[in-house]
Nanobody, 128 residues
Framework: QVQLVESGGGLVQAGDSLRLSCAASGRTFSSYFMGWFRQAPGKEREFVAAISWSGGTTRYADSVKGRFTISRDNTKNTVSLQMSSLKPEDTAVYYC?????????????????????WGQGTQVTVSS
């Protein structure tokens, strides 16, 4: 089992950058694919980014491609989301998630139901 705790959210202006972190408990962190999702007010939760076990494969939603970067440090059991050129439409609660898929294609899925563990979320608000 993995417990996930996000941090780093806050209020920023459009064009600013922000770095979210997710700390994972457990000794098997490196066996999990990791993902970030977000949920804006009144909207369904949506996929943002995912990363493979070693960090060698990443996947992004089209809406954040080129602006966000997902990374992980298996020695520290952390996964991060570096967000730049933030827009008001990036305002949402951001969630860290983990899944134990057996293949990179399955593990970097954008499908919410394929993720086994979730953090409590951290709020990101981007003002115009």
């Amino acid at each position: 089992q993995v417990q996930l705790v996000e941090s780093g959210g806050g209020l920023v202006q459009a064009g600013d950058s922000l770095r979210l972190s997710c700390a994972a408990s457990g000794r098997t962190f490196s066996s999990y694919f990791m993902g970030w999702f977000r949920q804006a007010p009144g909207k369904e939760r949506e996929f943002v980014a995912a990363i493979s076990w070693s960090g060698g494969t990443t996947r992004y939603a089209d809406s954040v491609k080129g602006r966000f970067t997902i990374s992980r440090d298996n020695t520290k059991n952390t996964v991060s989301l570096q967000m730049s050129s933030l827009k008001p439409e990036d305002t949402a609660v951001y969630y860290c998630a983990a899944n134990r898929a057996s293949t990179i294609a399955a593990g970097t899925t954008s499908t919410e139901k394929e993720y086994d563990y979730w953090g409590q979320g951290t709020q990101v608000t981007v003002s115009s």
